[in-house]
């Protein structure tokens, strides 16, 4: 109340506010954008330039492992011939080897379907959490949430203790008598599967739950007074009203899976192909630093697309919420 | 209200709960178990945390983890706030797009891609890999998402308290610290908490950015994980989300009294 009636009161336009301090203000002003924007520039724009430009460099026996590098002391000329040193031979090399072109392909296949899987299991729980009584919505938001803040290689490595062939899933379904051989799960894709929809759910439920609990129920109470099934109801209200929920979920979901090491790492064993892995062992078990920028560089243009249409989703979300 | 609360929503949130806080539950139960192998219950036993605190590198390592996230999250914080106040007040200037860009972006990007790259700038401008490089990398990737958290309480906050503020002559800097960082303290702080536990969980990029005598514990967690599940982790685990557990329920206590206290104010004030 108070608020209103200040904000009324006549006020000066912010090119009228008194001589003092303007070019001060200004200066701060400035600072919030310059700083971070800085930071981001070196930290974060420039690292990406310098994977591509080791991308395009040869393997060397040196320190560091690649060659050429950067000499500015050598001056322009000498930078010139660096540059002529450029090739893309790792590129070709990339594309030349089925296993490399098999962990791209394999990688998106692993994504996109635990990404349906996690929609799957996430939409049932977000809808029960946006049509759950007002008073209890806090808590169940927190519930979500929570499992979130705790570590991620811990969650993962919960689950090599559940599903290893020893492990507790195995003891519990022979000692129901369900099975009596145990299901080997650990170490193949299902694992895989199994670990990413489980650390990524989160991502995926509280989108949804903010795009269902802004819909307004009395349409769907409206199409089944005038005899529309309650399936076609939720196809046809529902869900196109829950869109922008499934696609930012999904995209969350998609894009780091995709590049995930942790995961198929420790619970997908040695015979299954991510591009997440590929790159870390070509880094850390060969010391390929070239070949590990070129994967990095391929992996970044694949995720592009689905990164900008996130980009999109989000500054949406900003302008609805103005 | 309850009547559209059908029993399916209830059987789904149910289940949903229960995939999500199983294995947590179990990790924690088997840390108490007296065998070595940790899928068999042996009978309860503390002795895995005494075998915990006598392991010294795994120590080193949480000493080291504790520092790099309670620096990489203050940074990260006022950096974060600062992003999320240029995205948010200034609707308009040079690049704005590019930087939005680099906002969001980091959020989703594959974390190897991230920790290769800092690597190699690392390597580039000749900084020696260890404690620092650590640091600034956590402060990198985690003032994104102070910023998108800051930046969500920052869009329904009532401007005319700041433009009123300002039209009495207070200077933009005093502005914000009497008027607008109160208000949303709340985002700030569970920015910074989102901040250190994005620190203290991270994996792989630690991995890329540190060097030898800065090894997170994370790092150290996972060498071991990789040799064989053990009830030592299993400890250590249970330590870590008990900290983080006591954190966010303290935070949201905090947080729930403080809206408790500001609405009582506002009736107050309304009334008077």
Same mark, same amino acid.
């Given at each position: 109340?108070?608020?209103?009636?200040?904000a009324?009161?006549?006020?000066?336009?912010?090119?009228?506010?008194p001589?003092?301090?303007?070019?001060?203000?200004?200066?701060?002003?400035r600072?919030?954008?310059i700083?971070?924007?800085? +930071?981001?520039?070196?930290?974060?724009? %420039?690292?990406?330039?310098?994977?591509?430009k080791?991308?395009?460099?040869?393997? #060397?026996?040196?320190? !560091?492992?690649?060659? !050429?590098?950067?000499?500015?002391?050598?001056?322009?000329?000498?930078?010139?011939?660096s540059?002529?040193?450029f090739?893309?031979?790792?590129y070709? *090399?990339?594309?030349?080897?089925?296993?490399?072109?098999?962990?791209?392909v =394999?990688?998106?296949?692993?994504?996109?379907?635990?990404?349906?899987?996690?929609?799957?299991?996430?939409?049932?729980?977000?809808?029960?959490?946006?049509? #759950?009584?007002?008073?209890?919505?806090?808590?169940?938001?927190?519930?979500?949430?929570?499992?979130? *803040?705790?570590?991620?290689?811990?969650?993962?490595?919960a +689950?090599i203790?559940?599903?290893?062939?020893?492990?507790?899933?195995?003891?519990?379904?022979? +000692?129901?008598g369900?099975?009596?051989?145990?299901?080997?799960?650990?170490?193949?894709?299902?694992?895989?599967f199994?670990?990413?929809?489980?650390?990524?759910?989160?991502?995926?439920?509280?989108?949804?739950?903010?795009?269902?609990?802004?819909?307004?129920?009395?349409?769907?109470?409206?199409?089944q007074?005038?005899?529309?099934?309650?399936? =076609?109801?939720? *196809?046809?209200?529902?869900? !196109?009203?829950?869109?922008?929920?499934? %696609?930012?979920?999904?995209?969350?979901?998609?894009?780091p899976?995709?590049?995930e090491f942790?995961?198929p790492?420790?619970?997908?064993?040695?015979?299954?192909?991510?591009?997440?892995?590929?790159?870390?062992?070509e880094?850390?078990?060969?010391?390929? +630093?070239?070949?590990?920028?070129?994967?990095?560089?391929?992996?970044?243009?694949m995720?592009?697309?689905?990164?900008?249409?996130?980009?999109?989703?989000?500054?949406?979300?900003?302008?609805?919420?103005? | 209200?309850?009547?559209?609360w059908?029993r399916?929503?209830?059987?789904?949130?149910?289940?949903?709960?229960?995939?999500?806080?199983?294995?947590?539950?179990?990790?924690?139960?088997?840390?108490?178990?007296?065998?070595?192998?940790?899928?068999?219950?042996?009978?309860?036993?503390?002795?895995?945390?005494?075998?915990?605190?006598?392991n010294?590198?795994?120590?080193?390592?949480?000493?080291?983890?504790?520092?790099?996230?309670?620096?990489?999250?203050?940074?990260?914080?006022?950096?974060?706030?600062?992003?999320?106040?240029?995205?948010? /007040?200034?609707?308009?200037?040079?690049g704005?797009?590019?930087?939005?860009g680099?906002?969001?972006?980091?959020?989703?990007?594959?974390?190897?891609?991230?920790g290769?790259?800092?690597?190699?700038?690392?390597?580039?401008?000749?900084?020696?890999?260890?404690?620092?490089?650590?640091?600034?990398a956590?402060? $990198?990737?985690?003032?994104?998402?102070?910023?998108?958290?800051?930046?969500?309480?920052?869009?329904?906050?009532? /401007?005319?308290?700041?433009?009123?503020?300002?039209?009495?002559?207070?200077?933009?800097?005093?502005?914000?610290?009497?008027? $607008?960082?109160?208000?949303?303290?709340?985002?700030?702080?569970s920015?910074?908490?989102?901040?250190?536990t994005?620190?203290?969980?991270?994996?792989?990029?630690?991995?890329?950015?540190?060097?030898?005598?800065?090894?997170?514990?994370?790092?150290?967690?996972?060498?071991?994980v990789?040799?064989?599940?053990?009830?030592?982790?299993?400890?250590?685990? $249970?330590?870590?989300?008990?900290?983080?557990a006591?954190?966010?329920?303290?935070?949201?206590?905090?947080?729930? /009294? /403080?809206?408790v206290?500001?609405?009582?104010?506002?009736?107050?004030?309304?009334?008077?």
């Amino acid at each position: 109340m108070a608020e209103t009636t200040l904000a009324t009161a006549p006020s000066a336009s912010p090119a009228a506010v008194p001589q003092q301090g303007t070019w001060l203000a200004a200066l701060t002003g400035r600072l919030v954008i310059i700083i971070p924007y800085a +930071w981001l520039l070196i930290l974060f724009l %420039v690292p990406f330039l310098i994977v591509f430009k080791i991308s395009l460099s040869q393997t #060397a026996i040196a320190m !560091p492992p690649y060659s !050429p590098t950067f000499d500015l002391s050598a001056g322009i000329t000498g930078l010139w011939e660096s540059f002529r040193e450029f090739s893309f031979d790792n590129y070709l *090399w990339l594309t030349d080897d089925p296993l490399y072109v098999n962990a791209y392909v =394999s990688s998106v296949v692993i994504a996109a379907i635990s990404t349906f899987f996690a929609l799957l299991i996430g939409f049932p729980i977000a809808y029960g959490m946006a049509r #759950a009584p007002a008073t209890v919505r806090p808590l169940l938001l927190m519930l979500v949430i929570l499992p979130f *803040w705790t570590s991620f290689l811990i969650r993962v490595y919960a +689950w090599i203790g559940i599903l290893k062939p020893e492990g507790l899933l195995n003891q519990f379904l022979i +000692w129901t008598g369900i099975i009596d051989q145990p299901l080997i799960i650990l170490n193949t894709h299902t694992a895989i599967f199994i670990g990413i929809v489980y650390s990524y759910l989160p991502f995926m439920v509280l989108p949804l739950y903010s795009a269902l609990e802004k819909m307004d129920y009395s349409l769907i109470e409206a199409a089944q007074d005038l005899g529309c099934p309650p399936i =076609s109801a939720f *196809w046809k209200i529902t869900f !196109p009203l829950a869109m922008p929920g499934i %696609v930012a979920g999904c995209l969350l979901v998609f894009i780091p899976a995709t590049g995930e090491f942790v995961i198929p790492d420790l619970l997908g064993g040695s015979q299954t192909l991510m591009i997440g892995k590929t790159l870390w062992n070509e880094f850390f078990s060969n010391r390929d +630093w070239p070949v590990s920028s070129a994967v990095a560089v391929i992996l970044l243009l694949m995720l592009v697309v689905p990164m900008m249409f996130f980009q999109q989703a989000q500054a949406k979300a900003q302008e609805q919420g103005r | 209200m309850n009547a559209t609360w059908s029993r399916f929503n209830i059987v789904s949130i149910v289940l949903g709960f229960a995939f999500l806080y199983l294995p947590i539950v179990l990790l924690i139960i088997f840390s108490f178990n007296e065998s070595k192998l940790v899928t068999v219950w042996a009978g309860f036993s503390t002795k895995w945390y005494g075998e915990l605190f006598r392991n010294q590198s795994l120590m080193d390592a949480a000493w080291v983890t504790a520092r790099v996230g309670v620096l990489s999250a203050t940074f990260a914080t006022i950096l974060g706030t600062m992003a999320a106040l240029a995205l948010t /007040r200034y609707t308009r200037f040079r690049g704005r797009v590019l930087f939005s860009g680099m906002v969001f972006a980091p959020l989703v990007m594959p974390e190897v891609i991230t920790g290769l790259s800092l690597l190699l700038l690392f390597v580039a401008i000749g900084l020696d890999r260890g404690f620092l490089t650590v640091t600034l990398a956590h402060i $990198t990737f985690s003032m994104c998402f102070v910023a998108v958290v800051v930046q969500s309480r920052l869009m329904t906050f009532d /401007r005319s308290l700041e433009e009123a503020a300002m039209d009495l002559g207070a200077t933009p800097v005093k502005t914000f610290f009497q008027i $607008t960082l109160p208000v949303i303290l709340p985002a700030v702080i569970s920015g910074w908490m989102l901040a250190f536990t994005l620190s203290l969980d991270d994996l792989v990029i630690a991995s890329f950015t540190s060097g030898p005598g800065a090894t997170t514990l994370p790092m150290k967690i996972y060498s071991q994980v990789r040799l064989g599940v053990t009830p030592e982790i299993n400890a250590a685990c $249970t330590i870590l989300i008990g900290i983080v557990a006591t954190g966010v329920i303290i935070a949201s206590l905090v947080n729930k /009294r /403080r809206e408790v206290q500001r609405l009582r104010d506002e009736q107050a004030a309304n009334r008077g």
